[in-house]
């Protein structure tokens, strides 16, 4: 896996999970997520095309959703709803996969300067 497939799993999660989450809550706030990952899909093609500001900006959207994604989770786990918990977990864990991606890319880049 590259920084690029995994920013569109990442992207793809935020997404579906997202969607999934504001349907079933009808809450405004579930809709951020979903926000995001458009915005993360977006940046594709330039991650695609080894754009340095792209690349620095999807880290920027993946690393505030991230932070993010923590209040949600407390809120889950306060409320004792596994589902809410099972669904923050995993666009945590995908976000988290692609900022270690975003990282090796870096570092392999700098090294290849």
Same mark, same amino acid.
């Given at each position: 896996?590259?920084?690029? /497939?995994?920013? &569109? !799993?990442? =992207? $793809?999660?935020?997404?579906? %999970? ?8 009808? =809450?405004?706030?579930? $809709? &951020? #997520?979903? $926000?995001?990952?458009?915005? @993360? !899909?977006? +940046? =594709? #093609?330039?991650? /695609?095309?080894?754009? /340095? ?6 880290? @920027? @959207?993946?690393? %505030? +959703?991230l %932070?993010?994604?923590?209040? #949600? @989770? /407390?809120?889950?786990i306060g *409320? ?5 918990? &099972? *669904?923050?977990?995993?666009? %945590? ?13 870096? $570092?392999?880049? *700098?090294?290849?300067?």
């Amino acid at each position: 896996m590259n920084s690029l /497939k995994a920013n &569109i !799993l990442n =992207s $793809i999660c935020l997404i579906v %999970i997202g969607l999934w989450g504001y349907l079933e809550s009808t =809450s405004g706030t579930a $809709i &951020i #997520p979903l $926000i995001f990952g458009w915005a @993360l !899909l977006f +940046c =594709s #093609p330039g991650l /695609k095309k080894e754009n /340095k500001v792209i690349a620095h900006i999807a880290v @920027l @959207l993946t690393f %505030i +959703c991230l %932070i993010g994604l923590f209040m #949600p @989770l /407390k809120g889950a786990i306060g *409320r004792e709803e596994t589902v809410g918990v &099972i *669904r923050v977990s995993v666009m %945590i864990l995908t976000s988290i996969t692609a900022m270690v991606y975003f990282i090796k890319s870096f $570092i392999a880049n *700098r090294k290849k300067a």
